[in-house]
């Protein structure tokens, strides 16, 4: 039987209120927001192994680029020539990665109980909870922030009729925004905190439709 997010959420609150890790249950108060991204060796959750995760830190209209992690993990036996089409990271540039338990605790420290934001972020949060839940008993309890619902959300009422490309390089032209080291976890993180703190902070973009 598959269990609802929401009240699996809830059970590992529950399950958690005394533990070490209680304090990422908790409401989140301050303003920060946290983006981050994963390099996969697949775009399937359930066999995709995690090769790189790239965070940054920000804090209302800042970006904090010296509050980042920068991950590499040992490359894994499914890293192939089909998978390095996907992600373009081959066994080399996997030199001194560390193990992933390592990698996951890192990641929770640094994100705790903040907004995470990212493209597509529910896969990067499944993709994380794979690993985590069976570690530490739970999964990322944290708030979801979509970029391409907040870029649609904002944008919609100025579009007359059509759809909304809603595709990466294309919120990044209408925000005139770089691409950062694109398919990289970290260039890929802070390229959208640059476009969210666009979105959120800068003047609506135009779009024509």
């Known amino acids: 039987m598959i269990i609802p997010r929401t009240i699996r959420k809830l059970k590992d609150k529950m399950d958690h209120k005394q533990g070490p890790y209680a304090h990422l249950f908790e409401p989140y108060k301050g303003d920060e927001v946290v983006s981050l991204d994963c390099e996969t060796t697949s775009l399937d959750v359930s066999g995709a192994e995690i090769l790189s995760i790239g965070a940054v830190k920000i804090r209302g209209k800042k970006l904090l680029t010296s509050e ?3 991950i590499k993990l040992k490359p894994p036996k499914t890293l192939t020539g089909d998978s390095i089409v996907v992600h373009k990271l081959r066994a080399t540039d ?17 994100v705790g109980n903040r907004p995470i934001l990212g493209y597509y972020v529910n896969y990067d949060i499944r993709m994380l909870d794979k690993f985590i839940r069976p570690i530490y008993g739970f999964g ?6 979509e970029l391409s619902h907040v870029y649609h ?21 209408q925000l005139d925004i770089p691409i950062l080291e694109r398919h990289t976890a970290l260039g890929d993180a802070i390229t959208v905190a640059l476009m969210y703190v666009r979105l959120t902070h800068g003047s609506p973009p135009e779009v024509a439709c």
């Open 68 to 70: 980042r992690l920068d």
């Open 153 to 173: 959300d904002i944008i919609k009422w100025r579009s007359v009729g059509g759809n909304i490309d809603l595709r990466f390089d294309t919120i990044s032209k």
């Open 94 to 110: 996997l030199e001194g990665g560390i193990e992933l338990e390592d990698a996951l605790q890192q990641v929770l420290a640094f």
């Open 140 to 145: 990322l309890p944290n708030k979801a922030i």
